[in-house]
């Protein structure tokens, strides 16, 4: 609490015949209002120099980078073209609290899938379509001279039916299947809905994975973008994993 | 889904989950899920993998063990008859595995770095297997050190490789293939190679035997 002595000075206000005004105007506002003011002039007046001394032969990026769209209206084209139209609108509506949310939610339910569904399904055009590229696993088997290279059997290395070399899971030996036990035939084909089931399973993890993905860059994109609005030189320095444009911020000493 | 016989019924490692199954005499087994994208050892076998050489009654190393997650596993199937030596360096997953060992008998933790394997030596005997995830870019010098101390004669390696832990300007397959070489360099003898697709990226698992003289 501050000092308080002496009476208290109430201000002076508006008249009553001149209310419709608003609240009366004291010097400290005029000040500030006229600082705004010339502040504004000095900057239109720069403006109407520069457009006056433009060189029309000079050439500047906003050329090229800017135009106009269907509608007529002026577009920048910026660093936010890397993303398509449904997560700019995600990017500018919704809030970053709401993004990580998703993302936690949907990493949550990806692991419990995943902790379900060990076996892959080789379902590579529903995967590419979600923008996966990796390479299927490869199985390496070292041997001993070029001659073993070149008579390299792989069914009987692993010891199986030719058939079932495809299948890297459940491969059942040559005597297992000889046996011919029960175990072994159950491991023979799996039930059509079972096999509907893991399907469906599959494609929700994918579908998961991707999102999680997406949100995750969405959420980066995000916080450069808070950044980028604070203060300080910064320079771009480069681009990061997922192909964003991360800067450097200049140190500044702080006393 | 693959799963790993519980030793101790009725208790989780990880939060991992149980499946008990009734067995035709009456009794009773419980199953424990192996989650292949949290363990690269699971995620081997389901790749393909012709050996781990991991089974019951077998005596491994296991260098880089982490809390424990998957040397739980690696415990199940060896089995009361069967040693797990387990190997790990940073103390706050150290201390988990050595809560879990409380229960697990056939675990032997030891928080050393794999590195200087003499100073556990007087704690662990000749082994079947070393099985080995530190994830350090002088990894194969630290399983060779190891194999050459404690590994029988025709004993065999797991290894994990990352491959961006020991290189990451050169792509994966040239990091696999140069682990490779200086494996066969220190007397081990590169028997598969798998990569761990789609459960993680740019990570194989190598097995080889480990051929100390000629024979
Ligand atoms: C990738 S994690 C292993 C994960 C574990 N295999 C699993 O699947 O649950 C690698 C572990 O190796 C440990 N490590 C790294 N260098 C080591 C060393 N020289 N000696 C012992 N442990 C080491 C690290 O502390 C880390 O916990």
Known sequence: MGKHSGRDHKERAQPLARQHLGLLEKKKDYQLRAKDYRKKQARLKTMQEKARARNPDEFYHAMIKSGTDAKGRHVVQDRNKQFDATFLKLLKTQDQGYITMQKIMNEKKLERLRADTHIPLANQAHLETKGHTASPAKHTVFVDDEAAAASFDAAKHFNTHPSLLGRSWNRPTMDQLTQGDAATAALGAVPKALRHERAVHQREIVDRAYRVDRLARVEKEMTIQKHLMTKGPRKKAGKDDQGLDTYRWKPIRKK | ?215
């Open chain 2, 1 to 215: 889904m693959l799963v790993t016989r519980n030793m101790v019924p009725g208790e989780s490692v990880y939060g991992e989950k149980r499946i008990s199954v009734e067995t035709p005499e009456g009794g009773k087994v419980e199953y424990r899920v192996w989650n292949p994208f949290r363990s690269k050892l699971a995620a081997g076998i389901l790749g393909g993998l012709d050996h781990i050489h991991i089974k019951p009654g077998a005596k491994v190393l296991y260098l880089g063990a982490a809390s424990g997650t998957s040397v739980s596993h690696v415990s199940d199937i060896v089995g009361p008859e069967g040693l797990v030596y387990a190997v790990e360096f940073s103390h706050r997953p150290g201390r988990d595995l050595i809560n879990m060992a409380k229960k697990r008998t056939n675990i032997i933790p030891i928080i050393e770095d794999a590195r200087h394997p003499s100073k556990y030596r007087m704690l662990i005997g000749m082994v079947d297997v070393i099985f080995a995830d530190v994830a350090q870019p002088d990894q194969a010098r630290i399983i060779t050190m190891n194999a050459h101390m404690f590994l029988k004669a025709a004993g065999h390696i797991v290894i994990s490789i990352k491959a961006n832990c020991i290189d990451s300007t050169v792509d994966a397959a040239t990091v696999f293939a140069r682990e490779v070489k200086e494996l066969q360099q220190e007397k081990i003898k590169p028997q598969e190679q798998i990569t761990l697709e789609p459960y993680e990226r740019d990570h194989a698992i190598v097995v080889g035997r480990y051929v100390p003289f000629k024979v």
